[in-house]
C-alpha cells in the first residue's frame, strides 16, 4: 500500500482521532529525545527523515507505516 492511501485509510484516520500517536525515538532504541506527534504523512516522513540525519538508518516508508501501525495496535 502506499504511504498516501494508507495515512488516509479509515482506520488509521480513526486512531489519529482517538488517540495522540507520537514516534519516540528512545522507543527504538536511541538514546535522543526526538519525538513527534505522527497525525499525517508530514510527520511520519518528518520522523523517519530524522532518522535518516540524525541516526544514519534509513527507512523504508513500508518499515515506516508498520513502525506506526504497531504503535497504534500497542494502544488500542
Ligand atoms: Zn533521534
Given at each position: 500500500m502506499a504511504l498516501e492511501n494508507f495515512i488516509t485509510s479509515d482506520y488509521i484516520q480513526k486512531c489519529f482521532k482517538k488517540y495522540m500517536t507520537k514516534m519516540i525515538c528512545t522507543d527504538y532504541g536511541f538514546e535522543c529525545d526526538f519525538a513527534i506527534e505522527v497525525d499525517s504523512q508530514d510527520s511520519?516522513?518528518?520522523?523517519g527523515m530524522h532518522m535518516d540525519q540524525i541516526h544514519g538508518i534509513e527507512y523504508q516508508k513500508e518499515s515506516l507505516m508498520t513502525m506506526l501501525t504497531s504503535k497504534l495496535n500497542m494502544k488500542s
Open positions: 511520519l516522513e518528518q520522523f
